[in-house]
């Protein structure tokens, strides 16, 4: 019999919606090849049953309010404590409850979070455990901090340290690591964890099937959660200082951008969005907005780890045109696999100029599609955790 793995997620775990749903159904895909996996998933009102698991995979969902309230009690509970509000916001008794209850049915290998937020948790119930950081989220609040302005940003430069300080608490408590690059592995270590391993993003191959030819319309499209702060920053600049210009240099432009929420001054465009700007809220299969874009962009300001949607375009033989700091971590050759640019009268140049030539969007498309076979195939990425565990598991 396959030994056993609990798995701990601060919320379900999807092939398409989000990077961090997105990388937690990999990785259970991947650990469940050479384990047995219980899933224990943290879901609030809205997200109970919308998640989608690998076959294999026993999911258990625990309810989790997750509201405004919460999210007030738990900034209250941060300025007193001193504690990270990330960490305190997916704190769960009942998430607790349930763990020490299986562990005492049957003590598994392994207790793996699936993202700091619920490590502690993990961390407590007295088995080997392992954390999976999809971000080193203290860098993105300093960032935040450092490159915001008005009350968002003076709440991220508030929280920065005590992230720091959860990061390396958990980072140097749990028994392995993992990350999805060398610079964020770099950052681990020097916050107390022992070995990271580096498990980098990927993309799903055959879900996402090359293009060979660009469409023939120009529609520039992007993919990210809204409510995640950095992106909803990243597409309020694109959409007040970039796009103006874009719609001037490329009349026959327009925009398509996808995601759930919308986080701080990205609101009033979600209420009010500029001409040929649309947004499509949440969806669920990503494959036909990148089966009619011309170009992908990546306008981030802010971040951490890698970013997957950077992995689809590439998959879907879609051009991409990032910040330096979209595109940190990932191995794409600057000019000939991604196409960077900071300024916003330089990124907006760069989209309707590759708007108007097929010939380069087609060569980048193909040389990206290289890179990403070679690299950042989810089987292999994910097989280097299971690997890792199953190493583990048998020298305990």
């Given amino acids: 019999m396959k030994p056993l793995v609990y798995s701990v997620l601060p919320r379900p775990a999807h092939p398409t919606r989000d990077g961090l749903a997105i990388r937690n159904y990999h990785l259970l895909a ?49 300025l007193v404590s001193g504690e990270a509000f990330p960490v305190l916001l997916y704190q769960s008794s009942a998430m607790a409850k349930r763990l020490k209850t299986a562990v005492a049915s049957e003590t598994p290998a392994w207790i793996v979070a699936h993202s700091y937020h619920v490590a502690p948790g993990g961390l407590a119930a007295g088995v080997p455990a392992w954390v999976d950081f999809h971000n080193v989220d203290s860098e993105i609040w300093r960032r935040l901090g450092e490159e915001g302005s008005g009350v968002e940003a003076a709440a991220a430069r508030w929280q920065a340290p005590r992230v720091a300080r959860a990061e390396s608490r958990i980072a140097s408590k749990a028994a392995g690591v993992s990350c999805v690059s060398e610079r964020d592995a770099r950052a681990l270590r020097e916050a107390g964890a022992k070995d990271p391993l580096e498990v980098p ?32 920053d990243g597409i309020a600049w694109f959409c007040e200082e970039i796009w103006p210009l874009v719609a001037r240099l490329a009349p026959a432009a327009r925009v398509e951008i996808l995601g759930r929420g919308a986080a701080g001054r990205l609101s009033r465009f979600l209420r009010n969005p500029p001409a040929r700007v649309s947004f499509a ?8 907005y990148w089966s009619r874009a011309s170009v992908a962009i990546v306008p981030l300001k802010a971040g951490g780890g890698t970013r997957l949607k950077i992995l689809e375009a590439a998959a879907s033989g879609v051009p991409v045109i990032s910040t330096r700091v979209g595109a940190e971590g990932l191995g794409f050759e600057p000019g000939s696999e991604i196409l960077l640019a900071d300024e916003p009268e330089e990124f907006a140049t760069t ?11 087609r060569s980048l498309a193909a040389a990206a599609r290289r890179r990403v076979e070679a690299t950042y195939d989810w089987r292999a990425a994910g097989a280097v955790l299971a690997r890792a565990l199953l190493a583990g598991a048998s020298r305990a």
Avoid: C, H, M
Wanted: net charge neutral.
């Fill in 30 to 78: 991947a650990i469940s090849r050479e384990f047995r996996v219980r899933a224990f998933v943290l879901a609030g009102r809205d997200a109970r049953g919308a998640g989608e698991y690998p076959a294999a995979v026993d999911v258990e969902e625990i309810p989790r309010r997750g509201g405004r309230l919460d999210r007030a009690a738990a900034l209250a509970k941060s």
């Fill in 201 to 232: 993003n990927g993309v799903d191959l055959d879900r996402y099937a090359f293009r060979p030819d660009p469409p023939a319309g120009q529609t520039v499209f992007f993919v990210g959660d809204l409510s995640w702060p950095p992106n909803a």
């Fill in 351 to 361: 989209v309707a100029r590759l708007l108007s030539d097929p010939d380069s969007r």
């Fill in 281 to 288: 809220g949440e969806g669920g299969d990503t494959r036909p």
